[in-house]
């Protein structure tokens, strides 16, 4: 940004010469630039248009590089959750960057699976860097509605079973947060389906104990 000292330069207190007018501002369209040779004969009309390119600079760099703000590996973090909104995939902040770049390069693909256990898969594997294991009850129901549907063996067992386990990474970033998830993965079971879900840790795996040389035969 131009400071106050900045308007000082031009000729000097003698009149008799003058300063260099201040360099094309780097990396943008310089309107400068693009005077007529008549308006260059003098730093008068640089020194003028100068204030312009401070000002102009940071707007033309932004539309200079606008086909990075839509791509699902170059948007801004703080610009991703507005395309994902667009695609009408409601990710929670817990889920973070990295699975919201990897929501928006499946498209269509992980949208057609939704509802199913392909689906949740996927979207475990790819999104929120877990496992998924699911267990159906094998039950059956006919009915008008949904709503309508019982649970199946009664209250204490759903018609599914969702239980999610997130890598050690996973697990850290959604510390404290996990109803978050179990709100996400709800919302992908089939509509008609009354599921259990529950998040769980994955356990570290465990280090192999080095043999002694007793046991080496």
Known sequence: MRT????????????????????????SRSLR??????Y??????????????DTLAP?????????????PRTA?????????????????????TTGGRAALLL?????????????????????????VEITESGGTFRGWRPQECPVAGGAARPWAEVRLVLSPAAAARCAGR?????????????????????VSLQAPAASATPASPGDVV
């Open 76 to 96: 801004p973090a703080d610009f991703l959750a507005w395309i994902l909104g667009w695609t009408g995939t409601d990710l929670p902040s817990v889920v973070g």
């Open 4 to 27: 106050p000292g900045d308007g000082s330069r031009g000729r000097a207190a003698g009149g008799s010469g003058t300063n260099a007018p201040p360099p094309l501002v780097p990396g």
């Open 33 to 38: 630039s693009m005077l007529p040779d008549s």
């Open 40 to 53: 260059r004969a003098g730093d008068f009309a640089d020194r003028f248009v100068a204030g312009f390119d």
């Open 178 to 198: 996990t109803r978050d998830i179990e709100a996400l993965v709800r919302d992908w079971l089939p509509a008609h389906v009354t599921g259990r879900v529950s």
């Open 59 to 71: 707007l033309i760099e932004t539309l200079d590089s606008l086909e990075a703000y839509f791509g």
């Open 107 to 131: 498209g269509r693909r992980l949208h057609g699976l939704r509802g199913t256990r392909a689906g949740l898969e996927l979207l475990a594997r790819e999104v929120l860097d877990a496992t």
